[in-house]
Protein backbone atom coordinates (compact mmCIF):
# COMPACT_ATOMS: atom_id res chain seq x y z
CA UNK A 1 0.00 0.00 0.00
CA UNK A 2 1.58 3.19 -0.89
CA UNK A 3 2.49 5.63 1.61
CA UNK A 4 -0.45 7.74 3.01
CA UNK A 5 1.31 10.93 1.68
CA UNK A 6 1.03 9.74 -1.62
CA UNK A 7 -2.53 8.13 -1.35
CA UNK A 8 -4.85 9.79 -3.14
CA UNK A 9 -8.00 8.42 -1.54
CA UNK A 10 -6.23 8.75 2.05
CA UNK A 11 -5.55 12.29 1.49
CA UNK A 12 -8.91 13.05 -0.30
CA UNK A 13 -11.14 11.25 2.80
CA UNK A 14 -8.98 13.60 5.39
CA UNK A 15 -9.72 16.37 3.02
CA UNK A 16 -13.03 16.25 3.01
CA UNK A 17 -13.32 15.81 7.06
CA UNK A 18 -11.39 18.57 7.93
CA UNK A 19 -13.70 21.00 5.53
CA UNK A 20 -15.87 20.42 8.40
CA UNK A 21 -13.07 21.15 11.64
CA UNK A 22 -12.66 24.30 12.92
CA UNK A 23 -10.12 23.95 15.81
CA UNK A 24 -6.78 26.34 15.86
CA UNK A 25 -5.06 23.74 13.89
CA UNK A 26 -7.30 22.99 10.95
CA UNK A 27 -6.15 25.93 8.47
CA UNK A 28 -2.55 24.76 8.82
CA UNK A 29 -3.93 21.01 8.35
CA UNK A 30 -6.17 21.99 5.16
CA UNK A 31 -2.34 23.93 3.38
CA UNK A 32 -0.80 20.89 4.31
CA UNK A 33 -3.04 18.37 2.11
CA UNK A 34 -4.03 21.27 -0.41
CA UNK A 35 -0.10 20.80 -1.07
CA UNK A 36 0.29 16.77 -0.86
CA UNK A 37 -2.58 16.81 -3.38
CA UNK A 38 -1.48 19.52 -5.66
CA UNK A 39 1.78 17.45 -6.12
CA UNK A 40 -0.33 14.40 -7.09
CA UNK A 41 -0.98 12.95 -10.60
CA UNK A 42 -4.41 11.90 -10.94
CA UNK A 43 -5.48 9.10 -12.88
CA UNK A 44 -8.85 8.04 -11.47
CA UNK A 45 -12.00 10.74 -12.44
CA UNK A 46 -13.55 9.47 -9.11
CA UNK A 47 -10.81 11.47 -7.12
CA UNK A 48 -10.20 13.82 -9.31
CA UNK A 49 -13.98 15.13 -9.14
CA UNK A 50 -14.13 14.57 -5.01
CA UNK A 51 -10.33 17.05 -5.21
CA UNK A 52 -12.69 19.66 -7.40
CA UNK A 53 -16.04 19.55 -5.09
CA UNK A 54 -13.72 19.89 -1.69
CA UNK A 55 -11.47 22.36 -3.29
CA UNK A 56 -15.37 24.18 -4.29
CA UNK A 57 -16.75 23.62 -0.52
CA UNK A 58 -13.61 25.32 0.91
CA UNK A 59 -13.24 28.37 -1.70
CA UNK A 60 -16.99 29.19 -0.47
CA UNK A 61 -16.13 28.38 3.39
CA UNK A 62 -12.95 29.21 3.83
CA UNK A 63 -11.46 29.09 7.35
CA UNK A 64 -8.73 31.87 6.97
CA UNK A 65 -7.09 34.04 4.55
CA UNK A 66 -4.11 32.85 3.85
CA UNK A 67 -6.15 29.42 1.99
CA UNK A 68 -7.97 31.44 -0.10
CA UNK A 69 -5.39 31.65 -2.69
CA UNK A 70 -4.03 28.88 -2.77
CA UNK A 71 -7.51 27.11 -3.50
CA UNK A 72 -8.00 29.93 -5.86
CA UNK A 73 -4.54 28.22 -7.63
CA UNK A 74 -5.98 24.93 -7.54
CA UNK A 75 -9.32 25.96 -9.37
CA UNK A 76 -7.65 28.25 -11.93
CA UNK A 77 -5.48 25.46 -13.01
CA UNK A 78 -7.93 22.47 -13.00
CA UNK A 79 -8.13 22.12 -16.43
CA UNK A 80 -4.31 20.90 -16.97
CA UNK A 81 -5.56 17.63 -14.71
CA UNK A 82 -8.56 17.06 -17.26
CA UNK A 83 -6.39 17.40 -19.89
CA UNK A 84 -4.11 15.28 -18.76
CA UNK A 85 -7.07 12.33 -17.82
CA UNK A 86 -7.97 12.80 -21.19
CA UNK A 87 -4.57 11.71 -22.52
CA UNK A 88 -4.70 8.55 -20.99
CA UNK A 89 -8.01 7.58 -22.20
CA UNK A 90 -9.64 7.70 -19.11
CA UNK A 91 -13.61 7.01 -18.79
CA UNK A 92 -14.97 11.13 -19.17
CA UNK A 93 -18.25 10.36 -19.23
CA UNK A 94 -18.01 10.24 -15.34
CA UNK A 95 -17.65 14.11 -15.71
CA UNK A 96 -21.20 14.44 -17.44
CA UNK A 97 -23.51 13.05 -14.66
CA UNK A 98 -25.81 15.85 -13.05
CA UNK A 99 -23.95 16.61 -9.99
CA UNK A 100 -20.41 16.59 -11.43
CA UNK A 101 -21.13 18.59 -14.77
CA UNK A 102 -19.33 21.81 -15.52
CA UNK A 103 -15.62 21.28 -14.82
CA UNK A 104 -13.17 23.24 -16.36
CA UNK A 105 -11.64 21.20 -19.25
CA UNK A 106 -14.53 19.44 -20.29
CA UNK A 107 -17.33 18.97 -22.93
CA UNK A 108 -20.74 19.35 -22.37
CA UNK A 109 -23.68 18.51 -24.85
CA UNK A 110 -27.73 19.29 -24.64
CA UNK A 111 -30.48 20.19 -26.46
CA UNK A 112 -30.92 23.74 -25.37
CA UNK A 113 -34.06 26.19 -25.54
CA UNK A 114 -33.42 28.85 -28.03
CA UNK A 115 -33.04 31.86 -26.02
CA UNK A 116 -30.46 29.89 -23.80
CA UNK A 117 -29.04 28.77 -27.24
CA UNK A 118 -29.06 32.03 -28.42
CA UNK A 119 -26.96 33.47 -24.89
CA UNK A 120 -24.78 30.77 -25.20
CA UNK A 121 -23.24 31.77 -29.16
CA UNK A 122 -22.66 35.11 -28.19
CA UNK A 123 -20.87 34.55 -24.46
CA UNK A 124 -18.87 31.55 -25.79
CA UNK A 125 -18.98 31.85 -29.95
CA UNK A 126 -15.75 29.64 -30.48
CA UNK A 127 -16.56 27.37 -28.11
CA UNK A 128 -20.29 25.98 -29.19
CA UNK A 129 -21.06 24.43 -31.82
CA UNK A 130 -23.96 21.99 -33.53
CA UNK A 131 -23.21 18.48 -32.63
CA UNK A 132 -24.66 17.39 -35.79
CA UNK A 133 -23.18 13.53 -35.44
CA UNK A 134 -26.16 13.00 -33.06
CA UNK A 135 -28.74 14.79 -34.97
CA UNK A 136 -29.16 13.79 -38.85
CA UNK A 137 -30.09 10.24 -38.09
CA UNK A 138 -33.21 11.78 -35.71
CA UNK A 139 -36.23 11.33 -37.46
CA UNK A 140 -38.35 13.21 -35.71
CA UNK A 141 -35.69 15.94 -36.16
CA UNK A 142 -36.24 15.03 -39.37
CA UNK A 143 -39.72 16.01 -39.98
CA UNK A 144 -39.46 19.36 -37.88
CA UNK A 145 -36.52 19.94 -40.32
CA UNK A 146 -38.80 19.19 -43.17
CA UNK A 147 -41.38 22.19 -41.89
CA UNK A 148 -39.33 24.73 -40.73
CA UNK A 149 -36.08 24.81 -42.75
CA UNK A 150 -37.82 25.93 -46.28
CA UNK A 151 -38.83 29.02 -44.17
CA UNK A 152 -34.93 30.27 -44.65
CA UNK A 153 -33.50 27.68 -47.23
CA UNK A 154 -35.39 28.73 -51.18
CA UNK A 155 -36.96 25.97 -52.60
CA UNK A 156 -36.20 23.09 -50.35
CA UNK A 157 -39.68 21.87 -50.08
CA UNK A 158 -39.16 20.55 -53.84
CA UNK A 159 -36.87 18.08 -52.49
CA UNK A 160 -37.82 17.52 -48.60
CA UNK A 161 -41.65 17.29 -49.16
CA UNK A 162 -41.37 14.10 -51.74
CA UNK A 163 -37.89 12.69 -52.06
CA UNK A 164 -36.29 9.99 -49.56
CA UNK A 165 -32.81 10.39 -48.28
CA UNK A 166 -32.58 14.25 -48.22
CA UNK A 167 -29.12 15.53 -48.22
CA UNK A 168 -29.84 18.04 -45.56
CA UNK A 169 -26.30 19.07 -44.80
CA UNK A 170 -25.46 20.12 -48.71
CA UNK A 171 -28.45 22.22 -48.28
CA UNK A 172 -27.50 24.06 -44.95
CA UNK A 173 -23.80 24.15 -45.88
CA UNK A 174 -24.63 25.75 -49.51
CA UNK A 175 -27.44 28.27 -48.18
CA UNK A 176 -25.06 29.24 -44.99
CA UNK A 177 -21.84 29.80 -47.35
CA UNK A 178 -19.33 30.47 -44.82
CA UNK A 179 -20.94 31.75 -41.88
CA UNK A 180 -20.97 29.50 -39.08
CA UNK A 181 -23.91 26.85 -39.31
CA UNK A 182 -25.47 27.81 -35.16
CA UNK A 183 -24.76 31.87 -35.95
CA UNK A 184 -26.70 31.39 -39.43
CA UNK A 185 -29.64 29.02 -38.28
CA UNK A 186 -30.05 31.47 -34.99
CA UNK A 187 -30.30 34.70 -37.42
CA UNK A 188 -32.60 33.20 -39.39
CA UNK A 189 -35.05 31.91 -36.39
CA UNK A 190 -34.18 35.26 -35.04
CA UNK A 191 -35.43 37.45 -38.76
CA UNK A 192 -39.07 35.23 -38.68
CA UNK A 193 -42.06 37.79 -38.41
CA UNK A 194 -43.06 36.10 -35.20
CA UNK A 195 -43.09 36.93 -31.44
CA UNK A 196 -40.07 36.38 -29.48
CA UNK A 197 -42.24 33.04 -28.23
CA UNK A 198 -43.41 31.86 -31.29
CA UNK A 199 -39.61 32.21 -32.82
CA UNK A 200 -38.56 29.92 -29.58
CA UNK A 201 -41.21 27.38 -30.03
CA UNK A 202 -40.89 26.88 -33.72
CA UNK A 203 -36.72 26.62 -33.12
CA UNK A 204 -37.17 24.31 -29.69
CA UNK A 205 -39.27 22.01 -32.39
CA UNK A 206 -36.01 20.97 -33.75
CA UNK A 207 -34.17 19.39 -31.05
CA UNK A 208 -31.01 20.57 -32.29
CA UNK A 209 -27.71 19.26 -29.78
CA UNK A 210 -25.80 21.67 -28.51
CA UNK A 211 -21.92 20.97 -27.89
CA UNK A 212 -19.72 23.56 -26.11
CA UNK A 213 -16.35 23.37 -24.73
CA UNK A 214 -15.51 24.58 -21.09
CA UNK A 215 -11.57 24.85 -22.08
CA UNK A 216 -10.15 27.12 -18.80
CA UNK A 217 -13.40 29.53 -19.33
CA UNK A 218 -14.87 31.51 -16.02
CA UNK A 219 -18.45 30.21 -16.94
CA UNK A 220 -16.91 26.51 -16.11
CA UNK A 221 -18.79 25.28 -12.37
CA UNK A 222 -14.71 25.18 -11.61
CA UNK A 223 -13.95 29.47 -12.21
CA UNK A 224 -17.84 30.65 -11.70
CA UNK A 225 -16.62 32.09 -8.47
CA UNK A 226 -16.07 36.27 -8.37
CA UNK A 227 -14.25 38.49 -5.28
CA UNK A 228 -16.91 39.20 -2.82
CA UNK A 229 -17.00 42.76 -1.40
CA UNK A 230 -15.72 41.09 1.81
CA UNK A 231 -14.98 37.55 2.70
CA UNK A 232 -16.16 35.75 5.68
CA UNK A 233 -13.91 33.20 7.06
CA UNK A 234 -15.44 30.40 9.39
CA UNK A 235 -13.59 29.72 12.64
CA UNK A 236 -16.08 28.34 14.24
CA UNK A 237 -18.27 25.21 13.29
CA UNK A 238 -21.56 25.56 10.42
CA UNK A 239 -24.47 26.30 11.35
CA UNK A 240 -26.89 23.43 11.40
CA UNK A 241 -30.79 23.09 10.76
CA UNK A 242 -31.04 22.71 14.78
CA UNK A 243 -29.56 26.20 15.32
CA UNK A 244 -32.33 27.93 13.30
CA UNK A 245 -35.48 28.98 14.13
CA UNK A 246 -37.27 29.98 11.02
CA UNK A 247 -40.19 32.14 13.38
CA UNK A 248 -37.25 34.18 14.64
CA UNK A 249 -35.07 35.19 11.56
CA UNK A 250 -38.51 35.66 9.80
CA UNK A 251 -39.24 38.21 12.53
CA UNK A 252 -36.52 40.38 11.79
CA UNK A 253 -36.13 43.27 10.89
CA UNK A 254 -36.28 43.17 6.66
CA UNK A 255 -33.10 42.91 4.95
CA UNK A 256 -31.73 45.59 2.66
CA UNK A 257 -32.73 45.28 -0.89
CA UNK A 258 -30.37 47.15 -3.11
CA UNK A 259 -31.78 48.12 -6.87
CA UNK A 260 -29.01 47.67 -9.12
CA UNK A 261 -28.29 49.44 -12.17
CA UNK A 262 -28.94 47.87 -15.46
CA UNK A 263 -25.68 46.87 -16.67
CA UNK A 264 -25.14 45.73 -13.16
CA UNK A 265 -28.41 43.60 -13.47
CA UNK A 266 -27.60 42.37 -17.03
CA UNK A 267 -23.75 41.13 -15.43
CA UNK A 268 -26.12 39.16 -12.31
CA UNK A 269 -28.60 37.70 -14.99
CA UNK A 270 -25.16 36.73 -17.32
CA UNK A 271 -23.88 35.27 -14.29
CA UNK A 272 -27.09 33.05 -13.41
CA UNK A 273 -26.92 31.82 -16.88
CA UNK A 274 -23.48 30.84 -16.44
CA UNK A 275 -24.57 28.75 -13.30
CA UNK A 276 -27.11 27.29 -14.44
CA UNK A 277 -25.81 26.16 -18.27
CA UNK A 278 -23.01 24.21 -16.49
CA UNK A 279 -25.29 22.56 -14.81
CA UNK A 280 -27.60 21.01 -17.18
CA UNK A 281 -30.03 23.16 -16.05
CA UNK A 282 -33.08 25.58 -17.07
CA UNK A 283 -35.13 27.84 -15.08
CA UNK A 284 -37.71 29.61 -16.88
CA UNK A 285 -36.55 32.85 -14.53
CA UNK A 286 -32.28 32.15 -14.92
CA UNK A 287 -33.45 32.17 -18.97
CA UNK A 288 -35.34 34.90 -19.33
CA UNK A 289 -34.59 36.77 -16.02
CA UNK A 290 -35.12 40.89 -16.63
CA UNK A 291 -32.52 42.77 -15.66
CA UNK A 292 -33.63 46.23 -14.97
CA UNK A 293 -35.53 44.58 -12.04
CA UNK A 294 -32.31 42.90 -10.11
CA UNK A 295 -31.94 43.70 -6.59
CA UNK A 296 -29.09 42.04 -4.26
CA UNK A 297 -29.03 41.69 -0.55
CA UNK A 298 -25.94 41.30 1.57
CA UNK A 299 -27.04 39.20 4.76
CA UNK A 300 -24.03 38.30 6.37
CA UNK A 301 -21.42 35.37 7.20
CA UNK A 302 -20.57 35.86 3.24
CA UNK A 303 -24.02 35.63 1.80
CA UNK A 304 -25.27 37.39 -0.91
CA UNK A 305 -28.88 36.90 -2.76
CA UNK A 306 -29.79 38.34 -6.00
CA UNK A 307 -33.87 38.33 -7.09
CA UNK A 308 -34.80 39.50 -10.22
CA UNK A 309 -38.40 39.13 -12.00
CA UNK A 310 -39.83 38.68 -15.55
CA UNK A 311 -40.09 40.81 -18.71
CA UNK A 312 -43.77 41.63 -19.60
CA UNK A 313 -44.00 40.00 -22.56
CA UNK A 314 -42.48 36.91 -20.94
CA UNK A 315 -45.01 36.82 -17.86
CA UNK A 316 -47.13 34.35 -16.54
CA UNK A 317 -50.84 34.93 -16.79
CA UNK A 318 -52.15 35.48 -13.23
CA UNK A 319 -49.50 34.47 -10.39
CA UNK A 320 -46.37 37.00 -10.21
CA UNK A 321 -43.02 35.55 -10.57
CA UNK A 322 -39.28 35.80 -8.96
CA UNK A 323 -35.86 34.29 -9.31
CA UNK A 324 -32.76 34.64 -7.61
CA UNK A 325 -29.31 32.50 -6.53
CA UNK A 326 -27.13 32.72 -3.68
CA UNK A 327 -23.07 33.50 -3.85
CA UNK A 328 -21.47 32.57 -0.66
CA UNK A 329 -18.09 34.22 -0.66
CA UNK A 330 -18.04 34.70 -4.15
CA UNK A 331 -19.21 31.74 -5.03
CA UNK A 332 -22.65 30.48 -6.43
CA UNK A 333 -24.01 27.89 -4.27
CA UNK A 334 -28.31 27.64 -5.10
CA UNK A 335 -30.91 28.78 -6.78
CA UNK A 336 -34.26 30.23 -6.13
CA UNK A 337 -37.99 30.56 -7.62
CA UNK A 338 -40.96 31.99 -6.36
CA UNK A 339 -44.15 32.45 -7.76
CA UNK A 340 -47.21 34.04 -5.91
CA UNK A 341 -50.37 35.67 -5.97
CA UNK A 342 -51.96 37.57 -3.32
CA UNK A 343 -50.39 36.85 -0.14
CA UNK A 344 -49.67 32.97 -1.13
CA UNK A 345 -46.19 32.23 -3.22
CA UNK A 346 -44.60 28.82 -3.90
CA UNK A 347 -41.20 28.69 -3.16
CA UNK A 348 -38.44 26.11 -4.59
CA UNK A 349 -35.08 25.94 -3.55
CA UNK A 350 -32.54 24.23 -4.54
CA UNK A 351 -28.89 23.64 -3.20
CA UNK A 352 -26.44 22.48 -5.47
CA UNK A 353 -24.86 19.51 -4.13
CA UNK A 354 -21.15 20.01 -3.21
CA UNK A 355 -22.68 23.15 -1.00
CA UNK A 356 -25.46 20.68 0.57
CA UNK A 357 -23.60 20.56 4.21
CA UNK A 358 -23.22 24.57 3.84
CA UNK A 359 -25.65 26.44 6.42
CA UNK A 360 -28.25 25.24 4.16
CA UNK A 361 -31.31 26.16 6.78
CA UNK A 362 -30.16 29.55 7.43
CA UNK A 363 -29.49 29.95 3.96
CA UNK A 364 -32.90 29.20 3.01
CA UNK A 365 -34.25 31.31 6.17
CA UNK A 366 -32.56 33.83 4.74
CA UNK A 367 -34.07 33.42 1.30
CA UNK A 368 -37.59 33.59 3.05
CA UNK A 369 -36.62 36.65 4.56
CA UNK A 370 -36.04 38.77 0.92
CA UNK A 371 -39.00 36.84 -0.98
CA UNK A 372 -41.31 37.73 2.32
CA UNK A 373 -39.61 41.76 1.90
CA UNK A 374 -40.19 41.37 -1.66
CA UNK A 375 -43.52 40.07 -1.80
CA UNK A 376 -44.81 41.08 1.30
CA UNK A 377 -46.10 37.23 1.55
CA UNK A 378 -47.99 35.77 4.34
CA UNK A 379 -48.47 32.21 3.13
CA UNK A 380 -45.11 29.89 1.96
CA UNK A 381 -46.30 26.94 0.60
CA UNK A 382 -43.45 24.26 -1.00
CA UNK A 383 -44.03 22.03 -4.24
CA UNK A 384 -44.52 18.26 -3.55
CA UNK A 385 -41.40 18.02 -5.67
CA UNK A 386 -38.98 19.59 -3.43
CA UNK A 387 -39.98 17.22 -0.53
CA UNK A 388 -39.82 13.89 -2.33
CA UNK A 389 -42.82 13.95 -5.22
CA UNK A 390 -41.08 12.00 -8.11
CA UNK A 391 -37.89 12.94 -7.03
CA UNK A 392 -35.57 10.25 -5.64
CA UNK A 393 -32.95 12.18 -3.97
CA UNK A 394 -35.58 14.23 -1.92
CA UNK A 395 -36.98 10.82 -0.52
CA UNK A 396 -33.39 9.93 0.34
CA UNK A 397 -32.09 12.91 2.35
CA UNK A 398 -35.46 13.09 4.03
CA UNK A 399 -36.39 16.82 2.32
CA UNK A 400 -39.33 16.33 4.23
CA UNK A 401 -38.20 16.53 7.67
CA UNK A 402 -35.75 19.46 7.23
CA UNK A 403 -39.12 21.55 6.04
CA UNK A 404 -41.01 20.36 8.78
CA UNK A 405 -38.04 21.04 11.45
CA UNK A 406 -38.02 24.35 10.38
CA UNK A 407 -42.26 24.54 11.16
CA UNK A 408 -43.95 23.85 7.74
CA UNK A 409 -47.02 21.39 7.50
CA UNK A 410 -48.62 19.17 5.74
CA UNK A 411 -51.23 21.05 3.57
CA UNK A 412 -53.71 17.81 3.73
CA UNK A 413 -55.63 16.81 7.14
CA UNK A 414 -54.33 13.11 6.22
CA UNK A 415 -50.63 13.81 5.81
CA UNK A 416 -50.94 16.14 8.85
CA UNK A 417 -51.98 13.10 11.17
CA UNK A 418 -49.31 10.76 9.43
CA UNK A 419 -46.66 13.31 10.04
CA UNK A 420 -47.58 13.56 13.74
CA UNK A 421 -48.25 9.93 13.64
CA UNK A 422 -44.40 9.78 12.44
CA UNK A 423 -42.90 12.36 15.16
CA UNK A 424 -44.15 10.12 17.87
CA UNK A 425 -42.52 6.96 16.26
CA UNK A 426 -38.96 9.22 16.26
CA UNK A 427 -39.59 10.70 19.76
CA UNK A 428 -40.49 7.26 21.31
CA UNK A 429 -37.35 5.18 19.21
CA UNK A 430 -34.57 7.95 18.60
CA UNK A 431 -32.85 5.24 15.94
CA UNK A 432 -35.99 5.13 14.45
CA UNK A 433 -36.19 6.32 10.69
CA UNK A 434 -39.06 7.07 8.46
CA UNK A 435 -39.32 4.39 6.24
CA UNK A 436 -38.97 5.55 2.11
CA UNK A 437 -42.92 4.96 0.90
CA UNK A 438 -43.92 6.61 3.84
CA UNK A 439 -41.95 10.02 3.02
CA UNK A 440 -43.73 9.27 -0.50
CA UNK A 441 -46.63 9.52 1.23
CA UNK A 442 -45.54 12.33 2.76
CA UNK A 443 -45.19 14.39 -0.57
CA UNK A 444 -48.26 13.92 -2.33
CA UNK A 445 -49.21 17.45 -1.28
CA UNK A 446 -47.87 20.92 -0.58
CA UNK A 447 -46.40 21.82 2.83
CA UNK A 448 -47.06 25.39 4.20
CA UNK A 449 -45.80 28.40 7.01
CA UNK A 450 -47.94 30.65 7.75
CA UNK A 451 -46.37 34.07 8.53
CA UNK A 452 -48.75 35.12 11.76
CA UNK A 453 -50.78 38.07 12.45
CA UNK A 454 -50.25 40.14 15.76
CA UNK A 455 -51.12 37.47 18.86
CA UNK A 456 -51.39 33.98 16.54
CA UNK A 457 -48.98 31.19 16.61
CA UNK A 458 -46.70 29.41 13.99
CA UNK A 459 -48.42 26.14 13.98
CA UNK A 460 -51.66 26.58 12.05
CA UNK A 461 -53.58 23.40 11.15
CA UNK A 462 -54.96 24.71 8.20
CA UNK A 463 -54.83 27.38 6.44
CA UNK A 464 -56.77 29.71 3.80
CA UNK A 465 -54.26 28.50 0.58
CA UNK A 466 -54.42 24.44 1.41
CA UNK A 467 -56.01 23.02 -1.61
CA UNK A 468 -55.70 26.24 -4.11
CA UNK A 469 -54.31 25.90 -7.30
CA UNK A 470 -54.18 28.00 -10.41
CA UNK A 471 -54.43 24.49 -12.50
CA UNK A 472 -57.85 24.67 -10.53
CA UNK A 473 -58.58 27.63 -11.95
CA UNK A 474 -57.18 26.55 -15.61
CA UNK A 475 -59.11 23.62 -15.59
CA UNK A 476 -62.26 25.52 -14.68
CA UNK A 477 -61.85 28.22 -17.83
CA UNK A 478 -61.15 24.99 -19.64
CA UNK A 479 -64.28 23.13 -18.93
CA UNK A 480 -66.21 26.46 -19.66
CA UNK A 481 -64.39 26.73 -23.13
CA UNK A 482 -65.21 22.87 -24.13
CA UNK A 483 -68.55 23.08 -22.77
CA UNK A 484 -69.66 26.63 -23.98
CA UNK A 485 -67.50 27.43 -26.82
CA UNK A 486 -66.73 23.57 -28.37
CA UNK A 487 -63.55 23.82 -27.76
CA UNK A 488 -62.04 27.09 -29.24
CA UNK A 489 -59.50 28.97 -27.43
CA UNK A 490 -60.53 32.11 -29.52
CA UNK A 491 -64.19 32.18 -29.43
CA UNK A 492 -63.83 31.60 -24.68
CA UNK A 493 -60.91 34.78 -25.22
CA UNK A 494 -63.50 37.26 -27.18
CA UNK A 495 -66.10 36.30 -25.27
CA UNK A 496 -64.36 36.33 -21.89
CA UNK A 497 -62.71 40.04 -22.82
CA UNK A 498 -66.27 41.44 -24.24
CA UNK A 499 -68.19 40.16 -20.86
CA UNK A 500 -65.19 42.02 -18.69
CA UNK A 501 -65.54 45.07 -20.57
CA UNK A 502 -69.25 45.64 -20.40
CA UNK A 503 -69.08 44.29 -16.14
CA UNK A 504 -66.42 46.84 -15.84
CA UNK A 505 -67.08 49.57 -18.24
CA UNK A 506 -63.68 49.57 -19.83
CA UNK A 507 -62.42 51.45 -23.24
CA UNK A 508 -59.36 49.73 -23.34
CA UNK A 509 -58.70 51.08 -26.89
CA UNK A 510 -55.57 53.16 -25.90
CA UNK A 511 -54.01 50.28 -24.51
CA UNK A 512 -50.70 48.69 -25.17
CA UNK A 513 -50.66 44.95 -26.69
CA UNK A 514 -49.13 43.93 -22.99
CA UNK A 515 -52.31 45.61 -21.29
CA UNK A 516 -54.76 43.74 -23.59
CA UNK A 517 -52.73 40.61 -23.17
CA UNK A 518 -53.43 40.80 -19.75
CA UNK A 519 -56.85 42.10 -19.77
CA UNK A 520 -57.13 38.91 -22.16
CA UNK A 521 -55.77 36.39 -19.50
CA UNK A 522 -57.36 38.07 -16.47
CA UNK A 523 -60.97 37.82 -18.30
CA UNK A 524 -60.66 34.08 -18.64
CA UNK A 525 -61.25 34.13 -14.68
CA UNK A 526 -62.99 37.06 -13.79
CA UNK A 527 -65.55 35.75 -16.27
CA UNK A 528 -66.10 33.13 -14.55
CA UNK A 529 -67.44 35.20 -11.67
CA UNK A 530 -71.18 35.75 -12.00
CA UNK A 531 -71.71 39.17 -9.98
CA UNK A 532 -68.49 40.35 -11.52
CA UNK A 533 -70.86 43.50 -12.89
CA UNK A 534 -72.62 44.05 -8.93
CA UNK A 535 -69.25 44.75 -7.81
CA UNK A 536 -68.52 48.26 -6.19
CA UNK A 537 -67.17 51.41 -8.48
CA UNK A 538 -64.16 51.12 -6.06
CA UNK A 539 -63.76 47.27 -6.69
CA UNK A 540 -63.63 47.75 -10.48
CA UNK A 541 -60.98 49.91 -10.12
CA UNK A 542 -58.76 48.49 -7.76
CA UNK A 543 -59.15 45.47 -10.70
CA UNK A 544 -58.40 48.09 -13.42
CA UNK A 545 -55.07 49.38 -11.85
CA UNK A 546 -54.65 45.30 -11.42
CA UNK A 547 -54.87 44.75 -14.84
CA UNK A 548 -52.70 47.05 -15.86
CA UNK A 549 -50.01 46.60 -13.11
CA UNK A 550 -49.70 42.94 -14.49
CA UNK A 551 -47.71 44.62 -17.91
CA UNK A 552 -45.68 47.11 -15.85
CA UNK A 553 -42.00 47.41 -15.62
CA UNK A 554 -42.16 45.71 -12.53
CA UNK A 555 -44.09 43.21 -11.56
CA UNK A 556 -44.02 43.15 -8.21
CA UNK A 557 -46.48 46.29 -7.21
CA UNK A 558 -49.46 44.04 -9.18
CA UNK A 559 -48.69 41.22 -6.62
CA UNK A 560 -49.12 44.05 -4.27
CA UNK A 561 -52.34 44.94 -5.75
CA UNK A 562 -53.63 41.08 -5.88
CA UNK A 563 -53.02 40.91 -2.23
CA UNK A 564 -55.24 44.82 -1.53
CA UNK A 565 -58.52 43.29 -3.46
CA UNK A 566 -60.34 41.44 -1.11
CA UNK A 567 -63.33 40.31 -2.94
CA UNK A 568 -61.08 39.74 -5.87
CA UNK A 569 -59.28 36.99 -3.57
CA UNK A 570 -61.82 35.47 -1.84
CA UNK A 571 -63.41 34.71 -5.60
CA UNK A 572 -60.11 33.28 -6.30
CA UNK A 573 -60.02 31.21 -3.15
CA UNK A 574 -63.20 29.82 -3.89
CA UNK A 575 -62.81 29.18 -7.58
CA UNK A 576 -59.39 27.40 -7.68
CA UNK A 577 -59.86 25.57 -4.34
Known amino acids: MPPTSHNPNHLLTRLEAAKNLFDPGSPALIAKLLRQLSKLSFTDPRQLIRLHEALLFLRAFPHNPTLVPRIEDLLNTFHQRIEKLRARQADMSLFDDFDTSGIAGTTMQDTLSFDVTQWLARRIPRNVEIAWQDYWDDYQAERSRTTTWPRFIPLLEEDADV???????????????????????????????????????????????????????????????????????????????????????????????????????????????????????????????????????DLGRGVVMHFWGLPPTRRLPLRAYLAGYTLKNGVPINYIEAIGLCEWIEVGFNTFYT????????????????????????????????????????????????????????GRPDLQKLCEREEQRISATPHYRTPPRTLKRLAEAHMFYELPAPGQKFYATTGSWDTFSTRNLGMLVNRRMAEKFNGDIHKIRNASVAAVIRALNLNPARWTQAQLESLENWSLVLALIPDLARWTTHEKHQLLKLILAKSARNELPYLRQTQLHARLRAALLRLGS
Open 163 to 297: EANIPWSSWLDTARGRQDSLRWLLTRFAQLPLSARQQAELYDSLHLPIRWKLENLKLSRTRNFTRPRRFYFHTTPLLQRSQVSLSHELSQPAPKLEKLSLSAGESVINAIRDVMVVRYRELYGTTLGDSRTVVRA
Open 355 to 410: YRQGETAWIYAQALRCLCALTAAKCISIYPYQIGQNNDEAIQSGAFWFYRKLGFRP
